[in-house]
């Protein structure tokens, strides 16, 4: 099903295919190097190919009216039927959805997407005709699925409320049962093959392409090592930043926590108020986020290769330059000359301009910009940045 993960703009939207590298395509995108990178990883990263445009702003107007398709594809939207939408809190809920015409084609094209690593789709609100993206999330112990709805192209989103959003406003209003159209998969960053260590520095729903990405790496490497590779294990560190307690309930951080005092980052979520998601009567404060058991279910997938450290705003737990320097340190298992490192940032404008340095636009292109902010001040050597 690789025709449906052609690397190219499609439809009315000018997509930004976010490459990090790949062994096996031509092109050999790569991350954007830290502006401190040696000449040597300079060199290794020297490959980023920006093969075409994205749209301008939040998202993108749909002009196209092709019919929908049954297979998930880039070209023409797909329906979907909304299954089920859970509160994951008082702004956020994890949707499951099922495609209208179950086949096991579905499957194959998230098949070909898990293996390249990060990716998207997106929704179309139908009445203002934009679309958005969102994340689909990984399969996990956690997960609700069954085998026969994982085989009839199942798909869970973690989407949070906007208070003054269109399109995650309309999704958290749809009936059960509803329509929903999607296409894709956007593929937003190729994970390379050499790839052993990710640090993941996510903000708010920024965790979803951070279980994915841990998915990604973890599970191909299962592949790899039944199939007799002896590298060593992959390692990811995901660094969970989010602006309310009750967005990461329960979770409990691998390291111990360093304070990190500072402003919010987070201000740009503006009032919670007008768009707030009714919790089941029975939630309570030792409840634990539907996202934090998925969490818990990689790190239990995998012992000992997943560390998960939350932050939190309300308690004045922010990421900081030492947390991320903490994670970035040597591990004597995955320092085999020829791995690739990587540290992923995704979550809201704000954050990722301030670990990262922002995105920029020229020439109507999305770019990835100079490495900015916290993680230019660390001066890394060998780890490639990418901003999602
Ligand atoms: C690759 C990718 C993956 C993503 N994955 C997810 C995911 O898994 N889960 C998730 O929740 N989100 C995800 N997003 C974000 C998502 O695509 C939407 O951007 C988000 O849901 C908000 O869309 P909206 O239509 O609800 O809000 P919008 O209508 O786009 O509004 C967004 C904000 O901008 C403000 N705004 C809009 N227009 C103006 C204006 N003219 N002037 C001033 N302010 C304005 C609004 O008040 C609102 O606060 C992803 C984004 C990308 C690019």
Known sequence: MNSSLSFRCCGSRNLLRRYVSTTTSTAKPTPSPSSSSSPT????WLGILFVTAAAAGAGAYIRSSSPSSSTLNQESFTKYSLVS????STTSSLFTLRPRYPSGSNYDVYEDAWRIGVWSVMFKQPQLQIGRDYTPLPTTAATSLSVDEENDGYLRFFIRKDPFGEVSRYLHNLAIGADIEMRGPQIECVIPEETREIVFVAGGTGIA???QA??????REEQQSKDGDARPRSRIHILWANRLKEDSLGGESDTPK???QRSSWFSWFGSKSSAQVTLPSDTHEKTTSLIVKELEALKSQYPGQVKVDY???EENRFIGKSDIADAVQPHSSTEDSGNTKLILVSGPEGFIS???GPK???QGQELQGPVQGVIKELDLKDWGVWKL
């Open 354 to 356: 301030y670990m990262a």
């Open 41 to 44: 990883s300079t060199k290794r």
């Open 360 to 362: 920029v636009w020229a």
């Open 258 to 260: 360093i304070v990190t």
């Open 209 to 211: 392409p951070a279980l």
């Open 311 to 313: 932050y939190l705003d």
């Open 85 to 88: 939408r859970e509160p994951v």
């Open 214 to 219: 841990g998915y990604s790496l973890l599970s």
